[in-house]
DNA sequence: CTAATAGTGTCTTTGAGACAATATGGA
DNA sequence: TCCATATTGTCTCAAAGACACTATTAG
């Protein structure tokens, strides 16, 4: 149904449609409001990052919120709408945003989400490079990268310990769904210990608590965010976490250049646990058409010495197969 | 951003929010329509079938669409919508209800998609077990379960010839992403000749085209579908092929007990491709939560003879571990 | 009785993960 | 020089898939 029910207005002649639709009045509908709100994330200094605003109005005033904004009626399709915000409230340019992954993430639509009206938001995610300092678009007053490690998401860090996370579906966490892969992070036991000597935090690596993303340990206190924006924000987390398994878009996150360390250093920050270098060395090669090698060598080894490191650039390939799967899934 | 932006009304007083709230017009936002769109999905005789109904009113009239309508603005969420249209139009009462899967597919909101005017639908997907015949509700002349093999849904039989199709994300075929697996049907060699004499198209196995879902020597006219609505099902289907998958959903189709054949024979339907019978069988009951056995066996063997199955019920386990994953993946 | 079906066993190949080893270059 | 890092090699185990085999029962 795209609307004929029970409201139809000037359905009197019998014509064609172009008559009936000339003769139709669009406003005998319910009223709602339609928001596109960006789940935008980036890596910053090995860390996960969002894009926030500070809301300038009410209600949630000084409240950091998700960029976004409302979609021009009639005018631009949803994904038009997500990409205008996003270029917006990033201050990017068309060639910096061609590099950006958008896609939707999902519609939520609780009656009392917004307390002045009834709104239908449209939640996009995107994967950005990392990108210039973000400038307050609109009439925010602020607009800034965050750590999610920062953001008050839920029970734990991620928000993800009484939900059942997804392999991309959308409305997932709503049911008995469950996507992909993504018990309750907190309850997967991370190997604490793994062996000594083994490269579990060296690297570009990030500080982490026991749930993954770094709040160091001079946290200040955990960030609200305004509205419904903490599930939504964890509704992206969760689909980013399960979207580098299956597709090459980790390197949506990196330069058109960059090594396998780096490219570890994707999957460490957004999965929060530390990977074997050496295994996930062979098992990016072997994918086929996930990277391919530039030729070029790293101007420089890594922060502490070593040789210089391959270039590679993303591949062909939309899907990995097989696929990375995320560590500590076995259940037994 | 749940709308704050470029449109507030009364943002005069500076007091407290419900002040604001209180002296707040919501009549300053773009005027755009909210429906609900159900991809209603179910098994009968072996073969997939959609829940449509047949349009009433302009424009499309006499043609086929997926049920929905509009979402009651402010007084129920989207997830309600959906379930309150799929009651509707399936006449089902709470209690069969409660067997239906159902989660949120995606939006949708080209600017054109209605020639009357702005609307954004948030599609839903439904998993039922076969149910009794549909009662055309609201101002639909009829609501019927077709079965997907009848529909145009695009350059193929399913419609997915040119899309990336989605391991479960939503806006997946709109952009580079692309979810889990899902490279073009067609280009995906069906094991045609397997050995001598296996179950391939036996027991309650379908009729099938090299496409997958069965439609026959005697196919009639393939079904177009009004608005969008053949992209719509189109994605569901993906997601429904992808979903599998990973969870147990494909138990969605079947009643409380059923054997591991007619699991089994869920999968072939979805898919769209032949399994092998005994892989299939250890596999199910090697993946931990995904089937228990009550006990019983089946009142008698296969429809040609056989020894009775034994029956079982939906396991706990909310993801498959290791999942099921599709045939014919492999590059190469 | 015949043929199809349920359920199990075996074997091969692939891939994941634990470790080991070697070479390189930064501090 | 010292040591972390890049990259490759080896070994083991889990899982998928191809087949074979046995028992059972509808027609």
């Known amino acids: 149904m795209t609307g004929t029910e029970r409201r139809g207005k000037g359905v009197g002649a019998d014509g064609d449609d172009s008559a009936f639709l000339a003769a139709y009045d669009p406003r005998g509908f319910p009223a709602i409001a339609v928001t596109v709100d960006i789940v935008a994330l980036t890596l910053r200094g090995g860390a996960l990052h969002v894009l926030l605003v500070e809301r300038g109005g009410r209600p949630f005033r000084g409240t950091w919120a998700l960029p976004g904004g409302f979609v021009r009626a009639g005018q631009e399709s949803l994904d038009a709408a997500a990409a205008r915000e996003l270029a917006e409230e990033t201050g990017l340019d068309a060639a910096h945003l061609e590099r950006v992954h958008l896609e939707q993430l999902g519609s939520y639509g609780e009656p009392a989400r917004d307390p002045r009206m009834p709104v239908v938001t449209v939640a996009y995610l995107a994967f950005a490079p990392d990108l210039p300092e973000a400038r307050g678009g609109g009439d925010a007053t602020a607009a800034a990268w965050i750590p999610v490690s920062r953001l008050a998401l839920g029970a734990h860090q991620d928000g993800r310990t009484d939900r059942t996370p997804a392999r991309g579906s959308t409305a997932e966490d709503r049911d008995r769904t469950a996507g992909t892969s993504g018990e309750p992070d907190a309850a997967r036991p991370r190997p604490s210990q793994q062996g000594p000597g083994h490269g579990i935090d060296g690297g570009d690596s990030v500080p982490r608590t026991p749930d993954g993303t770094a709040p160091g340990p001079d946290a200040p206190a955990p960030l609200p965010l305004a509205f419904d924006h903490a599930r939504i924000v964890a509704d992206g987390l969760d689909r980013a976490r399960a979207k580098i398994e299956y597709t090459p878009l980790a390197t949506a996150f990196l330069g058109e250049e960059f090594t396998v360390a780096e490219l570890r250093g994707v999957y460490e920050s957004v999965w929060g646990s530390p990977l074997h ?44 197969h097989p696929a990375l799967l995320r560590p500590g899934r076995d259940a037994s």
């Open 277 to 320: 270098a050496g295994n996930f060395h062979r098992k990016v090669l072997s994918v086929p058409g996930f990277v391919e090698p530039t030729g070029a060598t790293a101007a420089r080894g890594g922060a502490r010495g070593g040789p210089r490191a391959r270039l590679y650039r993303a591949g062909g390939a939309a899907l990995l």
